[in-house]
């Protein structure tokens, strides 16, 4: 599948924000969608990762309790719901897919990656 993320932006230490994920091309196929991250300098990294059905997700850590991983089929999108945001969240996100009905934190799991959406938190 392609994808495409959005949502991105520069936000204040304590915001909220939604990142979109949607795919298209091989939509009819069951996918695993995910989101990682990767700072300046820094490899890329886990964040969160949800299955076609939704029922199983896991996260990072460091996002737990503060960040939602969520999809609509019908639509064709993954969201990112991302609250209580630090500095440290900064970072490019990107999406990922997997056509699959099992999850996996790892990214060379991945087949499908969007282009990644700039996410800037100042303090």
């Known amino acids: 599948v392609q994808l495409q993320a959005s949502g991105g932006g520069l936000v204040q230490a304590g915001d909220s924000l939604s990142l979109s994920c949607a795919a298209s091309g091989r939509t009819s196929s069951r996918y695993a969608m995910a989101w990682f991250h990767q700072a300046p300098g820094k490899e890329r990294e886990f964040v969160a990762v949800?299955?076609?059905?939704?029922?199983?997700?896991s996260y990072a850590d460091s996002v737990k309790g503060r960040f939602t991983i969520s999809r609509d089929n019908a639509k064709n999108t993954a969201y990112l719901q991302m609250n209580v945001l630090k500095p440290e969240d900064t970072a490019v996100y990107f999406c990922a897919a997997e056509t699959s009905l099992s999850i996996s934190r790892r990214p060379e799991w991945y087949t499908d990656w969007g282009q990644g959406t700039e996410v800037t938190v100042s303090s």
């Open positions: 949800i299955s076609w059905s939704g029922i199983s997700t």
